[in-house]
Nanobody, 115 residues
Framework: QVYLRESGGGLVQPGSSLRLSCHASGINFKIFPMHWYRQAPGKERELVATITVSGSSDYADSVKGRFAISRDNVRRMLYLQMNDLKPEDTAVYYC?????????WGQGTQVTVPP
C-alpha cells in the first residue's frame, strides 16, 4: 500500500524559512516523479513544484527563486525548502505522486505565515 507522510509545517514570520519533508512507503520511490501541491483556504489545490526521476525540477511562478524541491531516493524522502516565506504562502502542503492505481496524497502539513 502506498503511503505518503508530510512533516515540517508550522507558524513562521514573513521572510522566514521552512523545510517540508515527505516520506514515501509501499512504492519503488525512485521511479516516480514527485510533486508538492498546496491548498489555501477557499482556493483550489495548486501545483507548487515537481521533481523528475532524474532530478530536474519545475516550479510555479509564484515560488520560483524562493522554493527548492529535492529528493533522496535511498531514504525515500521528498523535500521542499521554502525561503523568504510570504503570507500568500499560507496553505496546507501535500506531497503527491501518480501511481498506476491512481493519485496518491499525503495527509498534508499546515504552513502559516501571518501578515
Amino acid at each position: 500500500q502506498v503511503y505518503l507522510r508530510e512533516s515540517g509545517g508550522g507558524l513562521v514570520q514573513p521572510g522566514s524559512s521552512l523545510r517540508l519533508s515527505c516520506h514515501a512507503s509501499g512504492i519503488n520511490f525512485k521511479i516516480f516523479p514527485m510533486h508538492w501541491y498546496r491548498q489555501a483556504p477557499g482556493k483550489e489545490r495548486e501545483l507548487v513544484a515537481t521533481i523528475t526521476v532524474s532530478g530536474s525540477s519545475d516550479y510555479a511562478d509564484s515560488v520560483k527563486g524562493r522554493f527548492a524541491i529535492s529528493r533522496d531516493n535511498v531514504r525515500r524522502m521528498l523535500y521542499l525548502q521554502m525561503n523568504d516565506l510570504k503570507p500568500e504562502d499560507t496553505a496546507v502542503y501535500y506531497c503527491h505522486l501518480k501511481h498506476s492505481s491512481g493519485d496518491r496524497w499525503g495527509q498534508g502539513t499546515q504552513v502559516t505565515v501571518p501578515p
